[in-house]
């Protein structure tokens, strides 16, 4: 885990910044909901891992400081099957933490990517991440746009309830308390 987390550092400071403040969330998350250890070990394991597969995105693409365009936007879009992909290849890691790595863009209501899948179809670990990543996101200036506000971000995860996210899991995850899903520590590159 840790050279394909510095293989994804060497190529994206930013993007290994977030996956490192995406696993430290999921490690909270998954302490304050009481998830046994091998729970645990898969969620925290697959968010750190969740934009692996960004290692494979052209370096124009990963970092272009304006929105992408329609075929960028198709390139990046294979990130979780690149990810999928490379992981596959190491026997040693579980079936559950490549299925969040492959199906963390997927969405509620079957318009995620990269296979359609919707509700339930979607593994509950990978439900997890794409919250706990989303938030991140919004949470984070992006070269195309500012930070969001925690309210604003917390009322943009209850918008996209039962659309992009697991309506129930939205709201177990805006129980925790404001200073946890603010998920500020420092990242030393």
């Not at 999928?84 to 997927?106: G, N, R, S, T, V």
Request: charged residues 30%; proline residues 3%; aromatic residues 8%.
């Amino acid at each position: 885990m840790m050279k394909s987390l510095m293989q994804l550092k060497e190529k994206d400071v930013d993007t290994y910044e977030h996956s490192v403040r995406v696993g430290k969330l999921a490690e909270y998350v998954a302490s304050r909901f009481g998830f046994d250890k091998r729970m645990t070990d898969h969620l925290v394991i697959g968010c750190y891992l969740h934009d692996i597969g960004k290692i494979g995105i052209p370096q124009n693409v990963l970092i272009k400081s304006t929105s992408l365009e329609s075929d960028e936007w198709e390139t990046m879009k294979r990130h979780p099957s690149l990810g999928k992909e490379m992981l596959q290849a190491y026997a040693a890691i579980d079936q559950e933490i490549i299925e969040i790595i492959a199906y963390h863009h997927e969405r509620w209501n079957g318009t995620g990517y990269p296979y359609g899948l919707s509700g339930e179809q979607i593994p509950l670990l990978a439900r997890w991440c794409s919250i706990i990543d989303s938030l991140d996101c919004m949470l984070s200036d992006r070269p195309y746009r500012k930070r969001l506000s925690l309210k604003e971000a917390k009322d943009e995860l209850l918008l996209q309830s039962d659309r992009q996210f697991d309506k129930h899991l939205v709201h177990k995850l805006l129980s925790l308390p404001d200073v946890a899903l603010k998920n500020e520590q420092t990242i030393h590159r």
